[in-house]
Structures are given as C-alpha cells and as structure tokens.
C-alpha cells in the first residue's frame, strides 16, 4: 500500500501539517471565550466592571481565528482528498492491470462479481481508510491531547473528570470494534454476491425474459440484496448503541465539571469562564475519543478491503512470460531461426509485418505429445497425447464432436492455458519460453463466441490492428465478407455496436471477429467455429479470399461441417480428446470410418453442399 502512496507523500504530509493549524485554532477558542465571561462581562479583575471593548477585540480575534482554522480545514481537506484520490486511482489501475495478467482460470477462482467489488468498493474503502488516517487521526490525537493539556491547565481537578469518564468510553470503543471488524469482511462477500448475481442477470438478460425467470432471478437478488442489507443493519445496530452511552457519559462529566467547577470558583480557585472553557474542552475531549470509533471503523474496514485487494495483488498469474524470453530476448529467437534454418526467413518473434502477411514467414506450429485437463477439472484430461504438426502457409481443419476438444486444442497456441504434458512450439520454440505479447501477436483468433465492444464498428475493428489504413480496413473486411453489410448500415464502420454485439446478428458478428482477426496479420490464423452462423456460400466465399490472400499464413479452421472443411490441406478428427485421424477429404472418406459416419449422418441432415457452390 506504501508503495502508492509514497508518490503523493507531499500531499500525506501537508494534510496533516494544515490540520494541525485548524486543531490550535479549536484549542484557543475556548480561552478566548473565558477572556470574554470573565473580564469582559464579569470584570473580575476590574471590581465587577465589564468591558465592552474587550469584549468587541476578543471577538473579533475569535472570529480571526475560525477564519484562519476554517482555511486550514480547507486546505487540509484538499490536500488529504488529492492524497487519497490518486492513491486509490493508482491502485484501481494496478489492480486492474493485474487482473488482464491473470489467466482464465485465476479470474474463475475469484468470480467476476468479486474482481468488480474488489477493484472498485474495495479500493474506496482503502481510499476511505488513507484519508481517515491522514486527517481524523490527527485531529482526534490533537484534540485529544491538546484538550487534556488545556483543561488541566485551567484547573487540575478538572482532570479527575476526564479520569473518571475515559475508561468507560474507551471499554465502550473497543466493545464496538471487536464486535464490528469481523463483520466487515463479511459485509465485502455479501457485496460481491450481490454484483455477481447482478452481473449475470445483466449479461444474461436475454435469456431470463426467453424463460420467464425474472421472478426466479428477482427472489434470487433479492435473497443476496437482503443478506447485504442483513449484515448492514447489524453494523448500524451497533453503532446506534455507541451514541446514546457516549452521549450519556459526555453529559454526566459536563455535569461533573459544572459540581466541581462551582466549588472551584466558591473557592476562589477558577473563574466561571474557566469552568465554561473546561465544558467546551471536556465535549472536544470526549469527541474525539467518539471519532476515534469512527476513525478505527473505517480503518478495520479498510483493512479488511485492504486484505482482499491485496489477495488479488499478490496473485502470480500462472501464465506469464517464459523464463527463455525474460532472461533475453534473443534467446528464443535464435532457437527459432535454428529450428526454421530451411525456411527462407527466420521468425523475428515481433509483430508480424504489418503490411500484409504476404512474405511473412514461420507460423509453424506442433504439438508434441500433449495432454491437458482444465486446471481444478479433478484431472480429467481433455487431450490426450496429441501430435501434430501444421506447416506455415498450411490449411488444417479440425473437425470433431462437440466436446472433442477442439476449442481446448487450439486455446493451447495463445497460451490461455498451459498443456499438462507434453510441449506446443511456435516456430520450433515452446509456447511456455515466448514472451507471452509477441506469441499473441503471432497468433490471431476468432473465437467461438465472438467478442465486441460497446464502440464503433471501426474502433472494434482496429483492435486487430490499431495503425490499420482505411484501404487495409476495407480489404479485410472484403475477405471476410463483412464489407458489404457494414457499408449497408447508415453510419458504415462508424455505426456503435451496442454491449457485446447485441445490436448484431449472430453471422454479423462472426464477421466482424474474422475481420479484426485478419487485421491483425498474424502469422498463424484461428477460427473457432467462426462460420458456424454464414450460409455456405458466404462461407465459401471467404475460404476463397483465405486461399487467395493469405497463402503463407497458417491458417487454423474449427468446424463442423465438412462443407466447411474439406477444401482444407488437412483435416485432423479429433475424437474425445484423441487424434484419430489427419489427413485430405479424399483421403479421409477413403480410411476414416468417423470421417465417414460424419459425413452420412451431414448428408443424411442436407447440409452436405459443396464449399466451392
Ligand atoms: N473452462 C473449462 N473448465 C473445465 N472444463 C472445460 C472448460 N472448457 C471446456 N471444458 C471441457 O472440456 C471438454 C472439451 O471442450 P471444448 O470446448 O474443447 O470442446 P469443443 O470440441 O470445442 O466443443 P464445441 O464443438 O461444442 O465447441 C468438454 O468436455 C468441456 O466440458
Ligand atoms: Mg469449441
């Protein structure tokens, strides 16, 4: 936490510094108020004769002094708020950047609803906490200190109240906290599961109204919502407990004060302005020891937010660059260009040249042996001993059941997640030794759910390439055979694309994930089930811009019809995480049995139609 702060520690130390000003300005009102009773109306040193002037010059002075403490105050107040704004902006966005570092499988574990909680009311909560502690601690230790100082040199037996009371108020404070830290933790949960539900029904608005669940989800919201508001009111319930007791021992010391004040002055010890300023120290005293509960509640509730922000913090994204790539970046590369001496040009392990894959090379990838289960899957592989190789500037296809694998295979080239065994190499060199930017720069995918943001065609587009000409945007669009529509819209490549592409058709959508994809002009190409939503000569017509435009790159296509697939170089069938056979359409239905059964039962259903129609 001192690490964002140290940046804004001038803030961190002005605030304080100002807050002690406005704390002497409370600390010499009362005085001035005695000045005023005592010899101003009382004329005590003047045989009963008031002073009017005095009285107008002491004023005045006070009026002086508030306006000097409010300044302070001010100053105080802005310094802490610029402290702890941009301690928390600069948290909210390391902790952000830690949670894109985290793998699938990370970001699982904690629940998106919990990251939300975490990377926004959390960081409040902080914030909440660093400000607590640079202005209300120090005012209430001042006030604290500053009041028993003054009082006991007003009259010292005045301090025996403050003995008297404190020990009741303090048993009070921690009876408070211990009861109401541990809550705060729990108060974070309930939130998170409050966001989750939230964001689920968000997201899955669509399909809450298509079965008529919005009851269902209204009682289930509500359920997390009354939790929250359960474990609120347990908190508020304590704290209402706290006023009235601290209320009745601050009025029973004034009272005190006032007894014993009135013998003091009987006596001739102290003048009736003194037993007044003592009243006003007594309440600030007592004040602040009742801040203090609310000082130390935000803190335990910081500290509790602190906890969890930090568990995202201290994640080790189990997916991170490979230890070849951080000890030198040349390392993998000179691998590489071994492994690929035949080939015209060695990979450069950069960013594909960006105009136009024509005369990149490498793109080649392999499988070696590789086994994989879903991280806290109990182990169940999904692959099993797979091997296979795919050349550069090579068409495979990967055909399969749904629940083959197939997604799980190809997710294996990006690294979003590590095999369990065996090796995936990119141009000779093993994904795990690659620095994790420059293998998702080689590789560009369409996934199987596509993608988009809440921006312009243009801008969602762009994120394949962002320094993309118009005419290199026009182009790939043209092949992925999205030109057409996007120019029938109204407002072009400017038209918004409402929240995850809701504004689009399904086969839309597809296209414009293909487009982004080819943008990119990355040296491997995947498509996951990316043309599952177009009609068979759309299709077929982007096959045909891919074969013409994009002959070096390697071009990886899930699918599940063999119309799709069979124009392909290979095609790999992949069986309950097996690869059962790899091989050309002609030679498939010469040997494949699961080829074949495939292809009947396509045949059988009428989508059997030649790709090339
Ligand atoms: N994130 C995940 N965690 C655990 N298991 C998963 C995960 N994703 C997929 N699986 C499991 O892995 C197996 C293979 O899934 P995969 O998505 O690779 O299949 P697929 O061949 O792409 O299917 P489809 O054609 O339906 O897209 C399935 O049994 C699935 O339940
Ligand atoms: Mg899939």
Redesign the pocket.
Known sequence: MFRYLKKYWVFALLAPLFMIGEVLMDLVQPRLMSTIIDEGVLGLSNQGVGDLKLIIVTGLQMIGLVAIGGTCGVLCGVFTNLCSQNFGNDMRKAAFRKIMALS??QT?QFSTGSLITRVTNDITQIQNMVSQCIRGFVRNIMLFAGGIASMMLLDISFGVVVACALPFLVICVAFFLAKVTPLFRVLQKKLDRVNSVMQENVAGSRVVKAYVKEEYEKKRFGDANEDLVGTQLRILTLSAYMTPVMNIVLNLSVVAVIYIGGIRVEQGDVTPGSVMAAITYLSQILHSVMMFAMVFQTISRGTASYRRVKEVMDCVPVIADGEAAMMSGEAATVNAEAALADEKAGPTHGKAPRKGPKGAAGGRVEFRNVSFA?P??SGEA?LNHVNLTIEPGETLAIL??????????V?LIPRFYDVTEGQVLVDGVDVKDWKLTELRDTVAIAL?KSELFSTTIRKNLLWGDSEATEEELEKAAKDAQAAEFIHAKSEGYDTMVAEKGMSLSGGQKQRLSITRALLKNAKILIF??STSALDLKTEAKLYEALRTHYKDVTKIM?A?RIASVKGANRIAV?DN?NIVACDSHENLMKSCEIYQDIYRSQLKAGTEVSADE
């Open positions: 699938f499988e699982d879903y806290g899957s999904v399969g059941a749904t629940g083959s694998g197939k997604s799980s295979l997710n199987q996951d089930d899930i599940q992949l995480g």
